[in-house]
Every structure is written in C-alpha cells, then in structure tokens.
C-alpha cells in the first residue's frame, strides 16, 4: 500500500545526523541526499526502490506526505480523477517526474486538510 513517506524538519543537518544514527541498527542508510532533502531506506534493496521509503525534507514541520503504490500508470490517473472528483486539490497531475527517476509517473494531491498525497508507479 505505502510506497514512501516524508515528514518536514526544522534542521536538515540536524536530522539527518539523528535519523543516521537512530536508523542504523534497523539496517537503514542514506540512500539520497539533494541537500535539503534526505531519503533513508535498507541498506540492502529488499522492494526494487533503491531511492528508501523514508524521506525528510527541510521546511515548516509537522507538514506530513504520504506515497501510495499504484500498479500501473493508469492507477495513478485512477487515483487523480477520484481524488479530485472527492474534493481533493490539484498539487501535480499524472505524469513522468524525472527528477525523481526515469519512470517515476505520479500525480499529487491536496487532501481535505492540506496533506500532500501521491500516488506512484515505478515502473517503465
């Protein structure tokens, strides 16, 4: 069902040291670091997503995006059309995102209360 979570800090260096460290014992390392934001996952890939399923990301905190795992591109367009058509918010309509991979295709969406949720399918 989850393909990735992010949660937003104060600190980017700060808590990228403590998730380091705190992290490590679970099996889990940096996996990407683009300076304000930081992906950990297993140090072994264990899903096929070599990117980590847990991000944080330097902004206002308590701000939280969740990342559903969809089957294919037409579920992440599934996922738009009735996210919108439930009263979601447009935040990035289905497409390829490459700068988060080649064959990243998702679409993103503002729920009810403001969280950024996405729907994401990894493959080609």
Do not use: C
Not at 43 to 54: C, H, R, T, V, Y
Request: glycine share 12%; net charge negative.
């Amino acid at each position: 069902m989850m393909d990735h979570f992010s949660v937003n800090v104060s600190d980017i260096e700060k808590s990228k040291q403590f998730y380091k460290e705190a992290l490590a014992p679970l099996g889990n390392e940096i996996k990407l670091d683009f300076g304000t934001t930081v992906s950990f996952g297993k140090k072994e890939i264990i899903s096929g997503d070599p990117a980590g399923g847990f991000w944080i990301v330097e902004g206002e905190p308590k701000l939280i995006h969740f990342a559903f795992s969809a089957a294919s591109k037409a579920e992440v367009e599934a996922f738009y059309d009735a996210a919108i058509k439930a009263g979601g918010t447009d935040n990035g309509k289905p497409g390829i995102r490459p700068d988060y991979g080649a064959h990243y295709y998702a679409a993103f969406i503002l729920d009810p209360d403001g969280y950024n949720i996405e729907a994401v399918y990894h493959g080609a």
